[in-house]
């Protein structure tokens, strides 16, 4: 089970990474902002469009499949881990800063995500035993 967690939170968090690289990309390929059919015909003509389609379709069917095993709180914190892999990504490919309260922010929602996960695990083990010495619960 851990392992579907694991591969299923991560092929999420790349999806998710992709449609905002991806719409990060096509936003500045779609500059100037117009409103005629010439700028709506330059924005999907771009492959950034659809890379951030492909990101989002792709994270819909990762989640409703964790949704139906994992359970809702640490599932949904986990859910936000491309915050993370956003913002290293944006230093790397936009050359955005990696500041101090930024990274800070991250390593925060990490460890509370780790905190959900190590919680959840406790109380799962927790009913396991308590299953296992014959009590009712």
Known sequence: ???FYLI???LLMAFDTL???SFKYAGMHA???QADIGWVVRVFGAPWVYGAVIGYLGSFFI????????PIGPAFAASHLEVVSVLLL???????????????????IV???ACLA??????ARATTAHRHSGQVA
Do not use: H
């Open 1 to 3: 089970m851990r392992r």
């Open 8 to 10: 299923g939170f991560l």
């Open 19 to 21: 449609a905002q690289v």
């Open 31 to 33: 500059l100037p902002v």
């Open 63 to 70: 989640w409703m499949r964790l949704l139906e095993r994992a």
């Open 90 to 108: 944006s230093a790397w490919l936009f050359g955005e800063a990696l500041t101090v309260p930024r990274v800070a922010g991250a390593t925060l």
């Open 111 to 113: 460890a509370g995500i």
């Open 118 to 123: 190590l919680a959840e695990d406790r109380e």
